[in-house]
């Protein structure tokens, strides 16, 4: 089937396998150029592999370490007259790429909140790795199915305690207007906390650490975002930053145990703000986004995913010297985002914003390139015109 780009809303529901793999090995190359990180992580469990800062993370263990991978997603597979997930497509090309440079990289595809799927990456790690040098945490989930009390908590993206007016913009139709969002409830803001806590990290981390799955000094990161003062209401004060605060507790737990079994660390990585398909879905942060695209892609700094772990991996987590941390603990990879002058710019250009001059103000036109991307449309030497294969097998 020929297959194009359809957007509903603030997701694609079309993805290109031809463009996901052209995608994957632009990041691949990217690590490559960048030239080896040593010492680096040697056996990785990533746990939400498939897409962003997960898959992200897994490529630059492998093809800047050399790092064996276990990956750990939930996808859907193509259907008759209907495209895989993009988080499909890249596994599979991460894959293929792995294995023909002679690296470790299998898959578990299932939800990763449940036992059975911690059960099956317990017996793999321990059948193929023995033990894993580095867990990365990289889940982002609508629901989750608790495994000891089988409720179904969904999450949500709310204020909290007020309702929260601001602008946004259809980065679609790009149409700026005012969005106002009602608070969360009390049980909405524990549904969410549940879902994106941090409980989940600690039951993974304590079946590897009780099976003595771990190696001696492993480490283990979870991602997280804090953002400026424009986007607190709906993300740092609002139901999932309260999650998050959930998620550093757990760190901070994690952290407690591995030191006390062999002297790991774990901790949270603070990452910029990207086009994502977690924040694509999060009013007013998409053109706080356009924004600060425009900003730092005049000032030489802008990231992406793959630009962000390569530079978390090679001056942060190996750079044999003492990890940098905030003074709540956290690594900041979002520091050029939050760069006083940067911030200062996105507030003046904040109110100035309208329908009318979104594309001089602002990089929209970047963030859809992005956005498309994420699904494999927009990738430089792809035919999109001829006819591909959306029936694609997992190996």
């Given amino acids: 089937m020929i297959i194009k780009p359809k957007v509903r809303g603030f997701v694609c529901v079309t993805a290109h396998p031809t463009g996901c793999a052209a995608h994957v090995q632009e990041w691949i190359d990217y690590v490559k150029a960048k030239g080896p990180i040593k010492p ?46 993009p988080g499909w497509y890249n596994t599979i090309a991460f894959t293929n790429a792995a294995r023909a440079a002679g690296l470790y990289a299998k898959n578990i595809m299932g939800d990763a909140f449940t036992d059975e ?12 790795l023995g033990q894993v040098d580095l867990v990365i945490y990289s889940l982002a989930a609508p629901r989750r199915t608790h495994p000891r009390t089988g409720v179904v908590h969904k999450s949500c993206l709310k204020p909290v305690g007020v309702p929260y007016t601001n602008k946004t913009v259809d980065t679609d139709k790009g149409i700026v207007s005012d969005v106002t969002i009602e608070p969360a409830t009390e049980a909405e803001v524990a549904d969410t906390a549940a879902v994106m806590g941090g409980e989940d990290w600690e039951m993974w981390m304590n079946a590897l650490r009780d099976a003595n799955l771990l190696a001696p000094g492993a480490t283990s990161v979870a991602y997280s975002y804090i953002g400026p003062e424009v986007t607190w209401a709906i993300y740092k004060n609002g139901t999932i930053g309260l999650a998050k605060n959930d998620l550093e507790r757990a760190g901070r737990s994690i952290d407690a145990s591995l030191k006390s079994h062999g002297g790991g660390r774990a901790f949270i990585s603070v990452n910029k703000a990207l086009v994502t398909q977690a924040s694509s879905a999060i009013p007013v942060v998409p053109l706080y986004i356009s924004i600060l695209y425009k900003l730092m892609k005049a000032r030489g700094t802008h990231e992406g995913c793959i630009e962000q772990m390569q ?55 970047g963030y859809r390139i992005e956005f498309l991307k994420n699904f494999g449309f927009g990738l430089a030497g792809v035919d999109y015109d001829a006819e591909v294969e959306p029936h694609v097998p997992m190996i």
């Fill in 311 to 365: 530079r978390l991996f090679a001056t942060q987590l190996y750079n044999g010297k003492s990890l940098t941390f905030d003074t709540g603990g956290r690594v900041r990879v979002d520091d050029l985002e939050m760069i006083p002058e940067v911030q200062a710019a996105v507030r003046e250009i904040w109110p100035t914003v309208t329908t009318e001059n979104l594309e001089q103000k602002t990089d929209i036109a």
């Fill in 40 to 85: 680096g992580p040697k056996k990785v469990l990533v746990i939400g592999a498939s897409t962003g800062y997960g898959l992200a993370s897994r490529i630059t263990a492998a093809f800047g370490s050399g790092a064996a991978t276990l990956g750990i997603f939930f996808e859907r597979p193509s259907e008759e007259g209907r495209t895989a997930t």
């Fill in 117 to 128: 799927i911690k059960q099956q990456a317990l017996n793999l790690i321990r059948a193929d």
